[in-house]
C-alpha cells in the first residue's frame, strides 16, 4: 500500500523544536528521511495540492484560488487528470480522503463529509475532524487499495489564528496521536510491512509569523479574528520506503507514478 497523508500548514518550526513532544513524528523521522521543501511557486493551498497530485506546475494545471470570479471553483472547473483518475482508470484501487485543492475539500471513492465545510474555524470542529479523518482512513486501509491519499487541515486555520501560543503545540500533540494510530497501531508500518508499504507525509507549506511571510495569503482582519500567522515556503516531507526524489510539490505524482506502475 502508498499511504500519503497530508497535513496542511504542518512547520517545521514546531515539530523540529519538540521532537521530544511529539512521539510518532520522532519515530517517522528516525525510520524515514526527513527533509524541508522549499517552494518556488507561491505558498498558496489550493495551488500546492492541485500541483501535488497532478503533477502540474501551477503554469499549466491554472488552479490559482478556491474562488475564481467570485465562484467556488469546483473539481469539474480543473482541467487536468488526478493521479487517481489515472491509477482508477487503470484498474488500481484508488481512494483519495479530504483533499483541500477545493472547497469544500475533495474526496474520491469514499463517501467523506468535510468537517465546517472543509475550513473548521473552533476547537470543536478541529477535534471532530481529528477523529473522523483518522476513522475514515483506518476503516480506508483495512481494505489494502494500491493508494491511499488523506489530509488533515485544522492546523492550518489553528496557526492563522494562534501562532505563537502554546495552544499551537497542543494541536500537534492532537495530531501526533492519530498519526501514530494510522501508521503504527494498524501495522502499517511495523518492521514486515514496512519492507513492502510505502509512506509519504507532507505539507503543502509551512508557517510564520504573520508580517513575516513572502506572500501574504489573507488580510490580517477577518470574520474569524485577527491573524497571528502566515504561510512560509518551508513546507515538511518525511518519506518512508519511496525511492523517488522528491524535491517539490509534483514530485509526490510522480513518485506515486513510479511505484504504482
Known amino acids: 500500500m502508498f499511504l500519503v497523508l497530508g497535513v496542511d500548514a504542518a512547520s517545521w518550526n514546531v515539530v523540529r523544536s519538540n521532537l521530544s513532544d511529539l512521539e510518532n513524528f520522532a519515530r517517522l523521522v528516525e525510520i524515514g528521511e526527513a527533509k524541508e521543501i522549499v517552494l518556488k511557486e507561491k505558498p498558496i493551498s489550493a495551488s500546492i495540492w492541485c500541483g501535488m497530485f497532478c ?21 469539474e472547473d480543473i482541467k487536468v487528470e488526478f493521479i487517481w483518475d489515472i491509477l482508477h482508470a487503470e484498474g488500481k484501487k484508488v481512494y483519495a480522503i479530504n483533499v483541500p485543492f477545493v472547497v469544500p475539500p475533495y474526496s474520491f471513492g469514499v463517501d467523506f463529509k468535510p468537517v465546517g465545510f472543509g475550513l473548521p474555524t473552533n476547537e470543536r470542529e478541529w477535534e471532530e475532524e481529528l477523529r473522523r479523518v483518522t476513522a ?17 487541515t485544522l492546523l492550518d486555520r489553528v496557526q492563522h489564528f494562534h501562532w505563537g501560543e502554546p495552544c499551537v503545540l497542543e494541536w500537534y500533540r492532537r495530531l501526533d496521536e492519530k498519526i501514530g494510530e494510522i ?6 508500518l511495523d518492521d514486515d510491512a514496512r519492507m513492502k508499504n510505502r509512506l509519504i507525509l507532507i505539507s503543502d507549506h509551512g508557517f510564520c509569523s504573520f508580517g513575516e511571510a513572502k506572500v501574504r495569503t489573507l488580510p490580517e482582519q477577518t470574520p474569524h479574528g485577527r491573524l497571528k500567522g502566515d504561510h512560509s515556503e518551508r513546507a515538511m516531507l518525511i518519506t518512508v520506503n519511496v525511492s523517488y526524489p522528491i524535491e517539490k510539490p509534483q514530485d509526490v505524482f510522480f513518485a506515486i507514478r513510479e511505484a504504482l506502475r
Open 136 to 152: 475514515k482512513t483506518i476503516e480506508v486501509m483495512h481494505e489494502e487499495p494500491d493508494l491511499l491519499i488523506s489530509v488533515f
Open 55 to 75: 503533477g502540474l506546475p501551477p503554469e499549466k494545471h491554472k488552479h490559482e484560488s478556491y474562488v475564481r470570479n467570485g465562484e467556488i471553483v469546483r473539481r
Open 183 to 188: 501508521v503504527f497501531e494498524t501495522g502499517f
